[in-house]
């Protein structure tokens, strides 16, 4: 299965001012669609064109970093626009979701204040996710573009912390970037999509 470089879910200029145009200009054309590009011919050298894009990551890691890098990345940013959305965030989480965070999580606010820390604690380029393993939610952070995928989890909410997902708007200001996702920007109805999915 070619990959493809999706359209962005809403208006380049829907999330502003907490994401701005110029950033996703950047960050969906360019850098996403250099992924989709390479992914596709390192997965026709690697005999691997065939398969889907999950079966491509979990082959490829540990075995071809060059595919895995760009198909993971590939993976990630699919799901990362979709994990945003105008006027998203906060608090009000659906019933379902609200009972899982209570219950594996500490509740909301500990969520918040972990997933920043993952964020930002990551040293250089990565991601910060919240998964289901073991059919309870966790937080991480990994490396580049690798992601739960590889480590038996799925993954149902990441944000990029690679410097070209914020630096536009946010300079060196990690934090505060990953304070603007959470509180403005999390699609909550596409995460519960995924939890839901996850725990089937």
Do not use: C
Request: cysteine-free; glycine content about 8%; overall charge negative.
């Amino acid at each position: 299965m070619a990959f493809e470089l999706p359209a962005l879910p809403y208006d380049y200029d829907a999330l502003a001012p907490y994401m701005s145009r110029e950033t996703l200009e950047l960050h969906h054309d360019k850098h996403h669609k250099a992924y989709v590009d390479n992914g596709n011919k390192l997965a026709a050298e690697a005999g691997l064109a065939d398969l889907s894009l999950e079966e491509v990551v979990k082959k490829s890691f540990g075995t071809h970093a060059g595919l895995f890098n760009n198909a993971a990345q590939h993976y990630n940013h699919v799901h990362f626009w979709k994990w945003m959305k105008k006027d998203g965030g906060g608090n009000k989480l659906p019933g379902k979701l609200e009972q899982a965070f209570a219950s594996d999580l500490g509740g909301y606010d500990k969520f918040k204040a972990d997933f920043i820390a993952a964020g930002t604690t990551q040293f250089g380029s990565g991601w910060a996710w919240l998964s289901v393993k073991d059919g309870k939610l966790e937080i991480s952070k990994t490396p580049n573009g690798e992601n739960p995928l590889v480590h038996g989890a799925e993954p149902i909410l990441g944000v990029d912390v690679w410097e070209h997902s914020y630096y536009v708007d946010y300079k060196n200001l990690r934090p505060k970037y990953l304070e603007a996702f959470v509180d403005n920007l999390i699609n909550w109805d596409y995460v519960l999509e995924r939890y839901e999915a996850a725990a089937k």
